[in-house]
């Protein structure tokens, strides 16, 4: 539908008609050119009801996968139970029992001492508590056009929670780095879902300049609580600004290693992109595909939602959350007119690096109708978000694309 023609159709039908069309919040969706409504989420399983959630929307139950809508996304601190889940396998039993029995921590491989830890004797390594975006790297996969496999992701794959543990660097530097170390490849408990335990659900890793960095950390803690079997427990890593994925859950080994990981989701198109631009639907040879490692500068809009109603005597406040793999954000902006024009909005400084940073602006509209608001993210860099799906890729990941919501103007 073209702008002209959506805006007659919202003079004759009204914006709750228009609701029902666009779903939840007008954004660029299913198109890879401006002007175009995203569709509406699917429907969730019907078993939606996962333990310590409440409000997110289930993507799949088997592996447990959900996300949050984005009107609930506007603490500083994502609760944990708003936080998005993305599993691979099943949740370890150990997890949902809360049980530490027999549980160590092996750190071998590459290495001059290999250690066995209790999570006692990894607390002595000094505990640290970070403020820190996790993303999946298929948030906003929804909005691949031809689509792409997997879990439809809208904008609610990511989270901002207040995570306890100690740096990674120590412990690594505690077993003595071999220089022929490269990467570090994590191994957790949780079941294949085949039930085969001679599978692994999940086993990534990360080079070993991004393990000693020193925001990388193990966590044991979650907004003040022990892991929640959902997100790890008894202990998980976290990688900030790289994929969700590399932030392995339920761990039990750490496996220094002299090359690139090979373990299960880190070959083929996983967790990669394309070397080069390619055309929407196209098929990519897998040697022509690289590791996804910084994810991009993203925002949302928490308020208003889309779809409200709003008197042009006052002006709307909004807020939302911005951030980048990169760690800080340098600007948000916010336009009114289809990108015509942009006004600066008031953006925090992190509460740490990797936290994401509050913004809020005011907007006033000149006359009553239909308005769509989209905002943009720059990072420290200068790269900015783009307005529509960037780079089509096999696998849906890396959408940073403006969110729009709309607003009704009375």
Not at 154 to 179: E, Q
């Amino acid at each position: 539908m073209s702008r002209t023609s959506r805006r007659i159709f919202l003079r004759r039908t009204g914006l709750a008609a228009v609701g029902a069309v666009l779903g939840p919040q007008v954004s660029i969706g299913r198109s890879q050119t401006a002007g175009k409504a995203a569709e509406g989420p699917g429907p969730a399983p019907a078993s939606g009801v996962i333990p310590g959630k409440r409000g997110v929307r289930v993507l799949s139950d088997r592996p447990i996968n959900c996300e949050t809508p984005v009107t609930l996304l506007d603490d500083e601190i994502t609760p944990n139970h708003l936080h998005f889940v993305r599993n691979n396998g099943h949740v370890p039993a150990r997890a949902e029992r809360g049980d530490l029995t027999g549980w160590s921590l092996a750190v071998d491989g590459e290495v001059q001492r290999a250690l066995k830890l209790t999570l006692d004797e990894l607390k002595q390594y000094g505990a640290i508590e970070r403020a820190l975006v996790l993303e999946c790297a298929g948030n906003g996969r929804a909005g691949f056009n031809p689509p792409a496999s997997g879990n439809q992701w809208t904008l609610g794959g990511v989270g901002c929670a207040l995570y306890r543990g100690v740096r990674l660097r120590d412990v690594l530097n505690a077993a003595g780095i071999k220089p022929t170390a490269v990467y570090v490849g994590y191994y957790g408990e949780d079941p294949h879902l085949s039930g085969d335990l001679k599978r692994q659900a999940i086993s990534r890793g990360v080079p070993i300049a991004k393990a000693l960095d020193e925001h990388t950390m193990l966590a044991w803690e979650m907004n003040g609580e022990p892991l929640p079997a959902l997100h790890g427990f008894p202990l998980r890593l976290i990688c900030p600004g790289w994929p969700a994925s590399t932030s392995g859950k339920w761990l039990t080994r750490l496996w220094v290693r002299d090359r690139e990981h090979d373990g299960e989701k880190m070959t083929g198109h996983s967790y990669r992109l394309p070397r080069y631009p390619v055309a929407p639907g196209a098929t990519v040879p897998k040697e022509d595909m690289a590791m996804i490692e910084e994810l991009p500068v993203k925002s949302l809009i928490s308020l208003p939602g889309s779809g409200v109603e709003h008197p042009v005597s006052r002006a709307l406040a909004m807020r939302g959350q911005a951030w980048s793999g990169s760690g800080d954000v340098r600007a948000l902006q916010i336009s009114i007119d289809f990108g015509q024009s942009w006004l600066n909005a008031d953006l925090r400084r992190p509460r740490n690096k990797y936290a994401w940073q509050r913004w809020t602006a005011e907007v006033r509209f000149p006359v009553r109708g239909y308005y769509e608001i989209w905002a943009r993210a720059t990072d420290a860099a200068g790269r900015m978000q783009p307005m529509v799906v960037p780079g089509w890729n096999p696998e849906g990941y890396c959408n940073n694309a403006m969110q729009r919501i709309a607003v009704k103007v009375v």
